[in-house]
T-cell receptor, first 111, second 115 residues
């Protein structure tokens, strides 16, 4: 059974810092891994999707990497801003098309 | 595209009442997912459909929960009778599943409160 874990559970940093959020999964047989952002009271917004054959994806100040063999992904946020404050979730899609979510990292960036 | 549309945004009901949640997926997407989110359990997959057919409903907690997708543009999640422990935010999401798996797109959710 696929299990997804995210560390840390919460993070509070000053504006301008570079951040790394971690995601680990137990079954390396995945189709893809997706990072989401969730603002309070809102749905999830897709940030980056990494296919199983890819090593990383970049979008603006965000970079996500994938190491399937070790069951890990990281989300790197460069030059963090208060607007980045949200909960970040990773999710893996396995053979049954199910997307299994981690419990999320709650990020607060203060000015 | 308007994205995934869910209704209602909020639902407050009394224990024992029937609750129906609605979802309109993104046009052209062939997969639809229902998730439930709580503080204690995070995001849980309840059921998902491919091409309007239920593929996996192992996440549906009890027989009180049922979901239908009568056509490619509409799905419902029904709880009957509702109980206080069903209180949560219910999300609908859609995607195109195939060789080039597309990202999952979520609606804004329905916040259900059962008193």
């Amino acid at each position: 059974k696929q299990e997804v874990t995210q560390i840390p559970a919460a993070l509070s940093v000053p504006e301008g810092e570079n951040l790394v959020l971690n995601c680990s999964f137990t079954d390396s047989a995945i189709y893809n891994l997706q990072w989401f952002r969730q603002d309070p009271g809102k749905g999830l917004t897709s940030l980056l999707l990494i296919q199983s054959s890819q090593r990383e994806q970049t979008s603006g100040r965000l970079n996500a990497s994938l190491d399937k063999s070790s069951g890990r992904s990281t989300l790197y946020i460069a030059a963090s801003q208060p607007g980045d404050s949200a909960t970040y979730l990773c999710a893996v899609r396995s053979g049954t098309d199910k997307l299994i979510f981690g419990t999320g990292t709650r990020l607060q960036v203060f000015p | 595209d308007a994205g995934v549309i869910q209704s209602p945004r909020h639902e407050v009901t009394e224990m024992g009442q029937e609750v129906t949640l609605r979802c309109k997926p993104i046009s052209g997407h062939n997969s639809l997912f229902w998730y439930r989110q709580t503080m204690m359990r995070g995001l849980e997959l309840l059921i998902y459909f491919n091409n309007n057919v239920p593929i996996d409903d192992s996440g549906m907690p009890e027989d009180r929960f049922s979901a239908k997708m009568p056509n490619a543009s509409f799905s419902t999640l029904k709880i009957q009778p509702s109980e206080p422990r069903d209180s949560a935010v219910y999300f609908c999401a859609s995607s195109s599943v195939g060789e080039n798996n597309s990202p999952l797109h979520f609606g804004n959710g329905t916040r259900l409160t059962v008193t």
